[in-house]
């Protein structure tokens, strides 16, 4: 099988179908007994947000583009390190005597490393001097504070702020009514700190032991920046066919891709419907057209023929070719036609495409295979990885550069797939029918993203609020 987490959603050819379900089983167990739960504290929150500080409340700081954008690129490099973030809330932080709006996160993962490297690319990203992260044990050499706090209010959570402050703390952070404070072994808080905040605040603390580090920022995230060249040519692209201007993408939840793989799953295949063939068709003749724009600008596209099961260890991998070689490997359909995810040769995407070749001739080509190398190209050169969250993103970003008549087909060969393998029946937990929810890492039944099943190769019609 694939095991880089970040092809969680490519086809890998290494077994047959049922091969790839028995191996799926016998590793699903084992998987979950591997899993660390970690704390880790964050913000995006910088010298120059000040201003937006001035502008408007601390809550208020949430609903910016700031934190907006802060958040995808959170989620984006927490799959990337093969992370998942399970609990998300906002907190009030203090470091080195000033405050800042940030996040408190429970994460899960395989082992601290994992969370460390993902710390710091975001502390490099954000240029943050550190972002804390810890887990908690009870042979560790660092505390961990905890008292209990008043953050009913702004003014009660300024007010327990500046007693952290005057009480001489480096940092810490305040959230669903606790105040909470790393002491690393090597700088411990004194005594004296810790009487004063109890004091001040009239209750007593409890401690944990624990392992805190304290990540430096490191330039990791430059990997992952988006090639500028593929993007105007998207955007020209887009413009000079009058398609609208794209927009910010929704905040999809796990309740929209549970929807969406059901609504797939429920779906009949129908590749001779009028809708779904002019949809199709659509795709194609876009798909070519960008395919072409490509090459023209000097990119090229290969077959990949090696002796790995993928042409690339990573994303990064990829984008790394694309930026300094302006070349990119894609992987041949006829190589996944023994695995679960096979193309059905009734299927529109099994069709040919003429396009235009290096040399200046034009050949035809399988669509299915031009729209491998196209949407790799156009929307994961954005900074988008292989994993659910970054094909959801690169969904939407190639969204924007084709009509209204493909999204259908996109929706199909993409989000759907995506949303199936990642939000299907084989990940949903024990709960209410009325109140689905995923299944998380660490509980039983748990898959890591190389051991989830391909979804169904189909075309198929769903409510267009899908789309």
Known sequence: MCD???????????????????????????????????????????????????????????????????EDSLRAAAERHGVEISELQHADGLWEGTSEPAGAYIVRAESFEQITDWAGELAGRYEQDSIMAGYFDPDGPDRVYSFAADTGTQQRVQETLDILRAAGAPGGRLYDGKLEIAEPAEYPLPASAVNAIAARLGTEPTFARAHVAFVPGNDSYQRHQPIKEIQSLRERYADAHGFPQRKPIPRLTELDDIAAARAYEAATHEPNHPQVARSYRSLRQHIGAQWDMLTEAGYTFEPWHGDTEQPYADSAAMLDDLRQNKHLFYFRTEVSQHTEGALPPDHPMARTVNVALPSGQRAPMLANDVFRAVHDAIAHSEGHQFGPYGEKRAWWTHRACLPRDARLALWCETRAQNCWTNAGPHMLAETEPRHPRLVRRGEEGWMPLSERPYAQQKCCRVDSALL
């Open 4 to 70: 880089d987490i970040d092809h969680g959603g490519r086809r890998c050819p290494s077994s047959t179908a049922e091969g790839q379900r028995r191996r799926r089983a016998e590793k699903r167990e084992q998987s979950a007994e591997k899993q660390l739960e970690a704390f880790i504290g964050a913000t995006p929150f910088r010298p120059v947000s000040g201003e937006l500080m001035r502008m408007s409340s601390r809550p208020s700081y949430y609903d910016t583009d700031e934190w907006i954008e802060y």
